[in-house]
């Protein structure tokens, strides 16, 4: 359960009474060994008897109604096993997939709605052949209107994406918290409200008011995606995918196919990446369908091209109005921020709720309104991505600052620490703040890139600054981010007699390490060398319901989960120890599977006799399971209520290097710090954090999916450029901050996506610095700055 | 189909294989060494680097029939039994890792280099290894690898 702030002292568990030292500590990846020696099993690798290769084809048409699929060629080319077309689900009752609407079918029924959309599939024994019978699908379309962007969508007589209306089947409890529409473009609304704006702007001595644009962009996980379907019998489904939901998808396999959610088994091996594209059905809808055409296994591979076709992040326009007081008091803030979600829902809605109620930023301002629209375009679909809706208004309302800032001649960090909430605020959503180490993450960021105060001789002293050479600068950026609520996780623990003790867990290793710190927290709490504890993977015939790896919640919920399954194996265990030993179990310790009295060493029992105690001999398992759901929710109408079970909290800084005559930027710095709650493993949080810069600095510098008229431009890994080794920043800074979480295990939060969000709008404001360029539109490009360098805007 | 005759991992190996077939492709398919990676098939990634003849190549891109003669290492082609190649044992102990997905290849990658230039500049590995995405954004602690697994194959005596 989550608990109220009044309740913080008694939860969690604290170190002190384990004191094993195993949690806080760089403990060595579990996964290592496989990964350096190439023996690590992911799912492209798996291969099962009488498997076929699925090959899918894909619209090549934007915006189209299908007339005619017509098949029989293809199934007739030796070698071809099946081909799946909408014929085959004209009788189905479920053939629609989503995790909020279900509005992608599982191959096009009446209209395709963006470059890259399924038609059909083939399952062959070689892919070149399921290729070959690709080109042997005869489609006859009718070319319809494309919708480009957001606002082309809602322009008065757009042509409609979405004809029928789709069932929100809501699972989800903070789909509560938005609107959701039908037959329109616009797919969700969701809104914050809070005092009155006009108000607030009335009494302002400056309102300034922007536009600030991302594009799309693309995960770009090394590893496509990939699943293996089999049906061992008519109805019981076994699927090896690398999804982030194995439960969520398990519940949408079971939909589809009419079966109970026991009859489908979903096996997720070791993920190459996701940073959430791999969140909810992506391939396996497809894949258990066309495998249970064939009878026979089918394992679909995607090649880059068309991962570049399945899913993206929101491309974003977001205008921001903001009224401030002489002295740099943040009165009224005012947002619509427009993303696009492509042709399809996927997660959009809720990435485009998150995104709404901290539009208005980490900052105490009296007045704010805000409306976030998710909107459907003949696009990519887009769905989660590392940081999850924030980085498109966080871009906004970081630039925004410094130009503030500027306009009242005041420095860019002051102005925010002076508005910065701290402990005890209330959020824009009307909750109390509590574990947000704000402030801590700005001026650690500040202080270490050597932050120098922007007071009125240095501003004058840019303005004069001939705009010719390399010039330098630097900028900060902080942010605050929810994390899914609410949202439920159970895990359960098992110790055997030889003091090992396994973890049974959804959460998918997916390279964030997972595994070693749900370990961590399962040795330090039942007493054993963490070698001695192994994590599972997911199978949904044994490891327990998880609703999601993603949204840096496996720590915090699941961890949460380890920490009372574990506590309730040492109950017992401390339980039989204490009739051995004639001590009272709150006089004892374990430490290396040794249970002994606090300050009397000599009196001690192993594990394995406690064991041998309850057993009779060595043997046997001691179990322990918990659930733990986190509560929220939010009014539809006035975004009011708890958005979260704990805050993201991180701060950045930036200095770069512009050369005024070519308009590159080089990133001498980069800083990020982060609230990681309590610092589990810290090798673990910093390698999250740098990714999160990393992925972020390509998205601010150099990547952009590039649309013309509703054709990907750049659909590969030969156009799309992402950042290696060469694109590191002269530093790369990464500091750790802890403010713990009440109901974090130990006090941990998430970790994995804080710092993405604050790359793009630190690097925006250090090149403004520099060079007087303030970029509005994403990404930071070579062209844009010599634009703004000439004025031509 | 034709058959070719080459070196994998030091055995003498013959394969079946179709004219357009990858080595790529034999190799996880035909010989079902699955440590080199299908990340892009058009050699910009960099998780299908294997060595042949000592070189790293993408082998996304290489025609099985061309390895005809040739001397190929793969990821599992490193260790001496359990005894991880230094290059290997370099990335584990920097946790030179994340999702794990490219790291065959950035250790492959990694092994020519130090072929080529036993002592290369933190300039000279980010130019090497420029061809290896790592999404998940491992660099410093790749960087801090190759140093190690360099240092260690250079030996005591070596500066």
Redesign the interface.
């Known amino acids: 359960m989550a608990l109220a702030p009044q309740d913080r002292a008694t939860a969690g568990g604290t170190l002190t009474e384990y004191d094993c030292g195993i949690v806080g500590t760089s403990v060595?990846?579990s996964?290592?060994?496989?990964?350096?020696?190439?023996?690590?099993?992911?799912v492209?690798?798996l291969e099962l008897p009488r498997m076929l290769q699925g090959k899918i084809l894909r619209s090549l048409h934007p915006h189209a109604r299908v007339l005619r699929v017509d098949a029989s060629r293809a199934a007739a080319l030796p070698g071809v096993h099946a081909v799946l077309t909408r014929d085959d689900l004209a009788d189905q009752p479920n053939v629609y997939y989503g995790p909020v609407v279900r509005d992608q079918p599982v191959v096009a029924i009446d209209k395709v709605l963006y470059v890259g959309d399924p038609v059909a599939a083939v399952a062959a024994d070689r892919e070149?052949i399921a290729l070959e019978a690709l080109d042997l699908i005869e489609v006859e379309y009718a070319e319809l209107p494309v919708v480009e962007d957001q606002d082309a969508a809602l322009a008065p007589g757009a042509a409609l994406l979405h004809e029928r209306s789709s069932q929100p089947r809501v699972v989800f409890a903070d789909m509560k918290s938005l609107h959701l529409q039908q037959e329109s473009n616009l797919c969700s609304i969701s809104h914050l409200r809070k005092g009155n704006v006009e108000e607030g702007f009335r009494l302002a001595d400056l309102v300034v008011e922007d536009t600030y644009t991302m594009p799309m962009v693309q995960?770009?996980?090394?590893?496509?995606h990939g699943a293996l379907a089999h049906w061992d019998r008519p109805d019981h489904l076994t699927i090896w995918s690398c999804t982030q939901n194995p439960s969520v998808n398990r519940a949408q396999l079971a939909e589809l196919f009419g079966l109970p959610e026991g009859r489908v088994r979903l096996i997720v091996p070791?993920?190459?990446?996701g940073?959430g594209a791999k969140t909810y059905p992506k391939l396996e809808p497809i894949t258990a369908w066309l495998a249970r055409k064939a009878g026979r296994p089918v394992r679909i591979?995607l090649?880059?091209e068309e991962v570049f076709q399945t899913i993206a992040r929101h491309p974003s326009k977001v205008w921001i109005k903001t009224g401030v007081s002489h002295d740099g008091r943040l009165l009224a803030r005012q947002v619509e921020a427009r993303y696009d979600t492509g042709a399809y829902a996927d997660i959009g809605p809720r990435t485009t709720k998150n995104g709404g109620y901290v539009a208005p930023g980490p900052y105490r301002i009296d007045h704010v309104s805000v409306d976030s629209l998710c909107i459907y375009t003949n696009k990519t679909p887009a769905g989660a991505f590392r940081g999850f809706g924030v980085p498109q208004v966080a871009w906004n309302y970081e630039c925004q600052m410094d130009d503030i800032a500027e306009r009242l001649g005041m420095d860019p960090l002051e102005l925010r620490l002076k508005n910065l909430m701290v402990e005890g605020d209330r959020f824009h959503t009307g909750e109390e703040l509590f574990s947000v180490g704000m402030k801590e993450c700005l001026e650690a960021v500040a202080r270490d890139i050597g932050w120098q105060r922007h007071d009125a001789a240095y501003y004058a002293a840019r303005r004069q600054r001939p705009r010719t050479g390399k010039l330098r600068g630097k900028g900060l950026a902080v942010m605050i981010k929810s994390t899914m609520t609410p949202s439920l996780s159970s895990a359960s623990l098992r110790l055997d007699a030889d003091g090992s003790a396994t973890v049974m867990t959804s959460t998918v290793e997916?390279?964030?390490?997972c595994r070693t710190v749900l370990a961590q927290i399962a040795a330090e709490v039942l007493g054993v060398p963490v070698e001695r504890v192994t994590v599972s993977l997911p199978d949904t015939d044994f490891t327990p319901y998880d609703q999601s790896t993603s949204s840096s919640r496996s720590v915090f919920s699941m961890g949460h989960c380890v920490l009372e399954a574990g506590k309730e194996i040492r109950e017992q265990v401390l339980a039989l120890a204490a009739e051995a030993l004639e001590a009272s179990p709150e006089d004892l310790q374990i430490r290396d599977a040794v249970v002994s009295v606090r300050g009397s060493p000599e009196r001690s029992v192993t594990i394995t006799d406690v064991f041998r105690r309850r057993h009779g001999s060595a043997m046997g398992s001691l179990f322990g399971s918990s659930s733990f759901q986190s509560n929220g929710g939010l009014d539809p109408d006035t975004g009011q209520g708890k958005a979260t079970a704990f805050w993201h909290i991180a701060a950045g800084a930036a200095e770069v290097e512009v050369d005024c005559e070519t308009g590159r930027v080089a990133v001498l710095q980069l800083v990020a710090a982060l609230d990681t709650g309590k610092t589990i493993n810290p090798?673990g949080c910093n390698?999250q954090n740098?990714?999160?810069?990393?992925?972020a600095l390509g998205a601010s510098l150099m990547e952009e999916m590039i649309f013309d008229r509703g054709q990907p431009l750049n659909g590969?890994?030969?156009e799309y450029n992402?950042?290696?080794?060469?694109d590191?920043p002269g530093r790369?800074g990464t500091i750790l901050i802890e403010q713990p979480h009440p109901d974090g295990p130990f006090g941990a939060k998430g970790v994995g996506e804080s710092s993405s969000v604050i790359i793009a709008p630190a690097i925006g404001n250090a090149v403004y610095d520099a060079c007087g360029v303030r970029i509005k539109t994403l990404p930071i490009t070579p062209e844009r700055i010599l634009r703004g360098l000439r004025g031509l805007g | 189909m034709g058959t070719i005759g080459f070196t994998v991992n030091g055995r003498a190996t013959s394969a079946e294989i179709?004219p357009?077939e990858t080595l790529l492709e034999l190799l996880?398919d035909g010989l079902q060494?699955?440590?080199?990676?299908?990340?892009?098939?058009?050699g910009?990634?960099g998780?299908c680097t294997v060595l042949v003849d000592g070189r790293p190549v993408s082998s996304c891109l290489m025609l099985a029939t061309n390895a005809e003669g040739k001397e190929v290492v793969?990821?599992?082609g490193?260790?001496d039994g359990e005894r991880?190649h230094p290059v290997?044992?370099a990335?584990?102990d920097a946790?030179a890792?994340?999702?794990?997905?490219?790291?065959?290849g950035l250790?492959m990658g990694t092994v020519g280099l130090l072929h080529e230039n036993a002592d290369p500049s933190e300039e000279e590995?980010?130019?090497y290894?420029?061809?290896?995405?790592?999404?998940?954004?491992?660099?410093?602690?790749?960087?801090q690898a190759v140093k190690a697994a360099a240092a260690t194959l250079r030996g005591p005596g070596g500066a």
Do not use: W
């Open positions: 060595s990846r996964d290592g060994l496989e990964k350096v020696t190439g023996r690590a099993v992911y492209g690798d070149d995960h770009a996980h090394i590893e496509p070791l993920v190459g990446g940073y591979v090649s880059r997916i390279g964030q390490g090798l390698m740098e990714g999160s810069v990393l992925t590969s890994f030969l992402l950042p290696s080794l060469k590191m790369l | 179709r357009n996880r060494l699955k440590g080199a990676k299908e990340g892009c098939s058009v910009v990634c998780s793969t990821i599992e490193l260790a991880l290997q044992q990335f584990l946790t890792f994340q999702c794990g997905f490219c790291t065959a250790i590995v980010k130019d290894l420029s061809g290896n995405i790592c999404r998940c954004g491992t660099y410093l602690e790749v960087l």
